[in-house]
């Protein structure tokens, strides 16, 4: 922990060199509630276990993480994911980074006999890394971007924003919409080990599968301009396509294609800025596998309707929650991808768009 690395020995004399291995800013977490996601009364889901217990929970009160910016020197950067150490004990710093199933204390990196060079940069870093996020829209958009809003205050300061992985199109378009930073952007990948005059970071202000109401305004005040959306009408059925994926790919999707002719089937990494926000406000009817897409929600009318859909029992709650957190009513579903039950699948997807298009509730 920071405090246990740098903050636990008090110093009673003034004489002292200055100390900037600091807590700069402490903002407390949240509490938001974790809603049911809503399925079909004809199917039925379940949420995996983890040593025995929910891996997310339903129907409860949850806190979201405090937010606190840190300040550390004599600290490198590991990339891509973030992974900040004090170099005089090669010491993780917990609140730097997570891992999907291990704690940082067991990381390879740690472990290894010598680490691969250090480069030094001059300057003040701030980081904003987080795993998931050199390649994942998801992380990159609604746990890295609100970062952003800790050192909007300080961002004169900073000499650079670190962010994981390689500078790559589907990135900088959401970048160039926030102008201030672009120019200071430094591009951590796998190689990179980075230290810096000072280096400022960040807990993890989102939870795993939660974004929180604070997390959706910063997004929503970077990119919303709510007075050229004011004329755009909910009107639309848009299905969100993952056709050009290798994952979650409904097979026989132009079959549903030509089964419902109102549906427009959309790649969203195709669009702009500007066109994906415009389409999602255009949808009254948002649907599509489950996938990265549905990060777009945020940009929905507040009339807009979700139908996300699942290949198996097993229920994912993260975009469910994020339109609960919306105030979107949204509906979980399961289809066979492979059309393996399609008459039996069409009537799930008619019944599922006739309950989203009737104003009665699921």
Known sequence: MFEDLYLSKKKSKIEYPENVNLVLKHEPGDIEFSPKIVTLDSQKFFIRDVKNWPRFQQKLLIKHPERKLFSVQNAAILGPSGIIYDRSTRTAIFESAVEWDDDLD???????????????IE???????????DGGFYHFFHEVLPKLKLIEDYLSFIDYIIISGEACEWKLKWLKEIPLILPKILWLDGNGHLTFDQLLFCNQLVKDQHPSYWSISVLKKFFLNYNKLADILPTAIVWATRKDENKRVIAWED???SKF??????????????ETITLCRSSAIFIG??????????????????????DSEQLLPLYGRLSYTLGLEHLAIQ??????NKNEDFE??????????????Y
């Not at 990381?107 to 006999?113: A, K």
């Not at 002719?261 to 500007?274: A, C, G, M, Q, T």
């Not at 289809?335 to 393996?340: A, D, M």
């Not at 019944?351 to 989203?356: D, E, P, Q």
């Open 106 to 120: 067991t990381n390879r990196v740690f472990g290894s006999p010598k680490l691969k060079k250090v480069t030094k």
């Open 123 to 133: 300057g003040v870093a701030y980081s904003i890394c987080s795993i998931g996020a």
């Open 255 to 257: 079959d549903i294609g």
């Open 261 to 274: 002719p109102d549906i427009k089937f959309i790649d969203f990494s195709n669009l702009s800025v500007s």
């Open 289 to 310: 596998p489950h996938g990265a897409a549905f990060s777009n929600l945020i940009f929905c009318h507040e009339t807009t309707k979700v139908i996300e859909i699942f």
């Open 335 to 340: 289809i066979n991808f492979k059309g393996k």
């Open 348 to 361: 799930t997807l008619e019944k599922s768009l006739n309950l989203t298009n009737s104003s009665s509730e």
